[in-house]
């Protein structure tokens, strides 16, 4: 398959995931372009992937400014060229998997559910099933923040992601793909 790895990351945690996924996929044999979006500002032609990755850390519920300003280009980018369809009807052999990186603070888990499901609606919108979403905990990076480490509703997350989790986004990223070679 032809792979569309993307991805936002402030701090460089989202980036762990991400380099995860470009290390399984291409031992599987795949062709993978992973792009730093804070880094270029970049369009894709979506549809000449098989599958995108998009990955960002969550910042007020929602992916980071890399990854909204984007989306926001993409969008109107997929507008100007016809690309988004009244009923978006699906493109057969076209997918997209969303994952996050996020802390929780707050409301745990909940925080990382609206960032994934923005990030699927830009894929859903041009017919690209979005196939898997992921969750993914990353502690919070800067000094004067730390204390959230230890205070929030996810318990102690320092260190994270951690061996554990990345092992796990390892082995969810392959199944992932066996996943798709089947179907
Ligand atoms: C300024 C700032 C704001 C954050 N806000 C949230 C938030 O609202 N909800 C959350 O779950 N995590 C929040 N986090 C934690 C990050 O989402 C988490 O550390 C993530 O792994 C960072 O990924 P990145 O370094 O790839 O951007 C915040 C982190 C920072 C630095």
Redesign the pocket.
């Known amino acids: 398959m032809e792979i569309l790895n993307i991805?936002?990351?402030?701090?460089?945690?989202?980036?762990?995931?991400a380099l995860e996924i470009a290390n399984v996929a291409e031992a599987a044999g795949h062709n993978v372009s992973t792009v730093n979006l804070k880094k270029e500002g970049v369009i894709f032609e979506l549809l000449d992937y098989d599958l995108t990755f998009i990955?960002?850390?969550?910042?007020?519920?929602?992916p980071?400014k890399s990854v909204k300003d984007w989306i926001d280009r993409q969008l109107g980018y997929a507008r100007d060229n016809n690309l988004i369809l009244p009923g978006s009807p699906r493109i057969p052999g076209k997918f997209a998997c969303t994952y996050?990186?996020?802390?929780?603070?707050?409301?745990?888990e909940a925080?990382?559910v609206p960032?994934i499901k923005y990030m699927g609606q830009l894929f859903d919108h041009m017919g690209i099933t979005v196939v898997d979403e992921w969750s993914?905990?990353?502690?919070?990076?800067?000094k004067k923040?730390q204390h959230?480490n230890t205070s929030?509703r996810l318990g102690n997350i320092e260190g994270?992601?951690n061996a554990e989790d990345l092992k796990q986004v390892r082995e969810k990223t392959a199944g992932l793909l066996q996943n798709l070679k089947h179907g």
């Open positions: 991805y936002g990351s402030l701090n460089g945690q989202t980036e762990k995931v990955g960002s850390g969550v910042y007020t519920w929602l980071g996050c990186t996020y802390a929780g603070p707050h409301t745990g925080e990382a960032a993914v905990v990353g502690a919070f990076v800067p923040m959230f929030g994270r992601p």
